[in-house]
């Protein structure tokens, strides 16, 4: 079975930092573009973050040159770094391919207080 599983949220201070990763199992994902989202109460699902399997990034506005994603193509892993927190950054953050993305996994909550 592939899946995506999240982790590394918790609750931070604003200012503060956050790494999560995302594991992927059951499947190849090194050459897919993969990306992070998030969905915040009452909100819609975003896109924040993504990357191609040749490591090239691409930011929303409102993460760029907080928000860092990387990947370990060899072990299926997808990482996002959260620098200087704020409050807006509460959401459940969720990794999935940007392209025909897979059903969505449980994704992991953060929280971030002022």
């Known amino acids: 079975q592939v899946q995506l599983v999240e982790s590394g949220g918790g609750l931070v201070q604003a200012g503060g930092s956050l790494r999560l990763s995302c594991a992927g199992s059951?499947?190849?994902?090194?050459?897919?573009?993969m990306g992070w989202y998030r969905q915040a109460p009452g909100k819609q699902r975003e896109l924040v973050a993504k990357?191609?399997?040749?490591?090239?990034?691409n930011y929303a506005d409102s993460v760029k040159g907080r928000f860092t994603i990387s990947r370990d193509n060899a072990k299926n892993l997808v990482y996002l770094q959260m620098d200087s927190l704020k409050p807006e950054d509460t959401a459940v953050y969720y990794c999935?391919?940007?392209?025909?993305?897979?059903?969505w996994g449980q994704g992991t909550q953060v929280t971030v207080s002022s």
């Open positions: 990357i191609t399997s040749g490591g090239t990034t």
């Open positions: 999935n391919k940007v392209v025909v993305p897979l059903p």
């Open positions: 059951g499947g190849d994902f090194s050459g897919r573009i």
